[in-house]
C-alpha cells in the first residue's frame, strides 16, 4: 500500500492495519519463538552428531531469516506510525482552519447584531424624544 492510498483510508481501516499488523507481530513472534526452539533442538542433534560448525551455519542462516522477517515488520509499523501521524497533522490543521472560520463568522455576527442593537436604540430614543417634546406641547 503506497502512502497515498493509507492517506485515503478512514480512522478505522488504519486501526484494523494496525490490529492486522499486531496479528502479524504475534505470528511473527510464534515463529521466532518456533525457531528459537528448532535451534536449540538442532543443537543438541549436532552436538550429538559433532558437526558444531555445520550447525552453526544452518542455525545462522534461521537467524538471518527470523531477523529478516522482524526488521520487515519493524519497517511496516515505522510506515503506518509516520502515515498515521501524517493524516492527524493534517486533521489537526483542517480544524484549527475550520475553528478559526468559524469564530471570525460569529464574531461579524456579533458585530452586526450590536450595531442592528445600537440602531434600535437611537431610533426608540429619537422616537421617545419626539413624543415627550409632543406631549409638552399639549
Known sequence: MT?????????NELIEIILKLKQDNAVLYAAL??????ITEQSKVQLECGSIAEQAI????VLEAA????????AEVKRANSDTEDKCNRMLRETALK???LLD?????IARRKAEFNANVDRTVS???????AAKRK
Open 33 to 38: 519463538e518456533d525457531a528459537k526452539k528448532e
Open 3 to 11: 502512502n497515498a492510498d493509507l492517506k485515503k483510508l478512514g480512522k
Open 67 to 74: 531477523q529478516k522477517a522482524a526488521d520487515e515488520y519493524l
Open 58 to 61: 544452518k542455525v545462522n542462516g
Open 127 to 133: 422616537v421617545y424624544g419626539e413624543l415627550s417634546d
Open 99 to 101: 475553528c478559526k472560520k
Open 105 to 109: 463568522e460569529t464574531n461579524a455576527e
